[in-house]
């Protein structure tokens, strides 16, 4: 049994601002360490510049401002942080069941990969949003204040090539996105690196799956339900799966089958988070653990979350703390159920 936390990091102003509160706050951690490890140690970061002020300026302004709070060059930062010609990540695992009324999932991965910071941002330049981060600057899911929700799911490395990171197109989507058709539009022109589904559904209850190659992206609907787990189902792009498709596919029939019992938001994130479920697990050893449970409600813009091994579950009214009303909250606590090295990387 490993302790496990999560700190939550709060903060209201500019965008250069916000880098440098965080870049603080990580200076020293095992972070910085993290991603020397699994990152290029240089970048074409003229392209990368290109790329976000296409889609996402501000953010420019962000690791500017990490860069400062980190003490470290500009290029080691880009390198580090901004998401663009990461190494090809290891297979993890998610997922999602969006309704007309709420979004729920799971992120699945290992904890010595994982950023450990949850963070409530309301730059001055662009949308608020609630979300976990990743790579520090991206986010491996989140709420923007227009009830924009969105989470990725890896699919393969097929056909990997130099592009963006799925959580850096995620926090791109939540900072500048207020409907699905606008994440749809975004999606679409993203440069993706890999195979990844995007997950994404608004306030009006519409929901959709974005399923992104470098070479295609395919979009798939559903009139009610739709679940979203590590597979490509949209017949032009099955090429790109993975051989071993089972524990996914099983993974989607499940969630499907939750569907039809109309369980409330709060019902199907216990389950989600529930250890004892089939959408639990803790291979943690193999990346393959859940590390978080993520839910959205349009309707009263309740956001619920807790940390594997929490019998803690935060609940904001993400109307309120856009509003200006702070958490009190700075950190959530919970356990990792197998023995891992937490500190190692």
């Given at each position: 049994?490993?302790?496990?936390n999560?700190?939550?990091?709060?903060?209201r102003?500019n965008?250069?601002?916000?880098?440098?509160?965080?870049?603080?706050?990580?200076r020293?951690?095992?972070?910085?360490r993290l991603?020397e490890?699994?990152?290029?140690?240089a970048?074409?970061?003229?392209n990368?510049?290109a790329?976000?002020?296409?889609?996402?300026p501000?953010?420019?302004?962000?690791?500017?401002?990490?860069?400062?709070?980190?003490?470290?060059?500009w290029?080691?930062?880009?390198?580090?942080?901004?998401g663009?010609?990461?190494?090809?990540?290891?297979a993890l695992?998610?997922?999602?069941m969006l309704?007309?009324?709420?979004?729920?999932?799971?992120?699945?991965f290992?904890?010595?990969?994982?950023?450990g910071y949850?963070s409530?941002?309301?730059?001055?330049?662009?949308?608020a949003?609630?979300?976990?981060n990743?790579?520090?600057l991206?986010?491996h899911?989140?709420?923007?204040?227009?009830?924009?929700?969105?989470g990725?799911?890896?699919v393969?490395?097929?056909?990997?090539?130099?592009g963006?990171s799925?959580?850096?197109?995620?926090?791109?989507v939540?900072d500048?996105?207020?409907?699905?058709?606008?994440?749809?539009?975004?999606?679409?022109?993203?440069?993706?690196a890999?195979c990844?589904n995007?997950s994404?559904g608004?306030k009006?209850?519409?929901?959709?799956?974005?399923?992104?190659?470098?070479d295609?992206?395919e979009?798939?609907r559903?009139?009610?339900?739709?679940t979203?787990?590590?597979?490509?189902?949209?017949?032009?792009?099955?090429?790109?799966n993975?051989?071993?498709?089972?524990?996914?596919?099983?993974?989607?029939?499940?969630?499907?089958?939750?569907g039809?019992?109309k369980l409330?938001?709060?019902?199907a994130?216990d389950?989600f988070?529930d250890?004892a479920?089939?959408?639990f697990?803790?291979?943690?050893e193999?990346?393959?653990?859940?590390?978080?449970?993520?839910?959205?409600?349009?309707?009263?813009?309740?956001?619920?979350?807790?940390?594997?091994?929490s019998?803690q579950?935060?609940?904001i009214?993400f109307?309120?703390?856009?509003?200006?009303?702070?958490?009190?909250?700075?950190k959530?606590?919970?356990i990792?159920?197998?023995?891992?090295?937490?500190r190692?990387?």
């Amino acid at each position: 049994m490993s302790d496990f936390n999560v700190t939550i990091f709060q903060y209201r102003g500019n965008s250069y601002q916000t880098g440098v509160k965080l870049g603080q706050q990580v200076r020293g951690t095992r972070i910085p360490r993290l991603f020397e490890t699994i990152t290029r140690p240089a970048i074409d970061t003229d392209n990368m510049k290109a790329i976000y002020q296409s889609f996402a300026p501000h953010l420019l302004e962000e690791l500017e401002g990490l860069t400062d709070g980190l003490n470290i060059p500009w290029d080691k930062a880009a390198a580090l942080f901004g998401g663009y010609d990461v190494p090809r990540p290891a297979a993890l695992g998610c997922s999602a069941m969006l309704t007309d009324s709420y979004y729920v999932r799971n992120y699945d991965f290992s904890p010595d990969l994982y950023d450990g910071y949850f963070s409530l941002l309301q730059p001055e330049e662009a949308f608020a949003s609630a979300g976990y981060n990743l790579q520090v600057l991206g986010r491996h899911d989140g709420v923007n204040q227009h009830g924009l929700v969105a989470g990725l799911h890896f699919v393969s490395n097929n056909g990997y090539t130099t592009g963006l990171s799925a959580w850096t197109a995620i926090r791109m989507v939540l900072d500048t996105c207020a409907t699905v058709s606008e994440a749809i539009d975004i999606l679409r022109e993203i440069p993706h690196a890999a195979c990844y589904n995007f997950s994404v559904g608004d306030k009006d209850g519409h929901a959709a799956v974005v399923e992104a190659s470098p070479d295609k992206v395919e979009v798939r609907r559903a009139p009610t339900l739709l679940t979203c787990t590590n597979h490509f189902q949209e017949e032009s792009l099955q090429y790109q799966n993975r051989p071993d498709l089972t524990n996914s596919v099983d993974r989607h029939i499940y969630i499907q089958s939750m569907g039809e019992k109309k369980l409330t938001q709060r019902q199907a994130f216990d389950h989600f988070h529930d250890k004892a479920s089939p959408l639990f697990y803790t291979d943690y050893e193999e990346m393959f653990g859940t590390l978080h449970t993520f839910s959205y409600s349009y309707e009263d813009a309740r956001l619920l979350t807790a940390i594997a091994g929490s019998d803690q579950v935060l609940d904001i009214n993400f109307d309120e703390w856009v509003s200006g009303k702070n958490i009190a909250k700075n950190k959530m606590q919970g356990i990792i159920a197998q023995s891992v090295n937490l500190r190692g990387l």
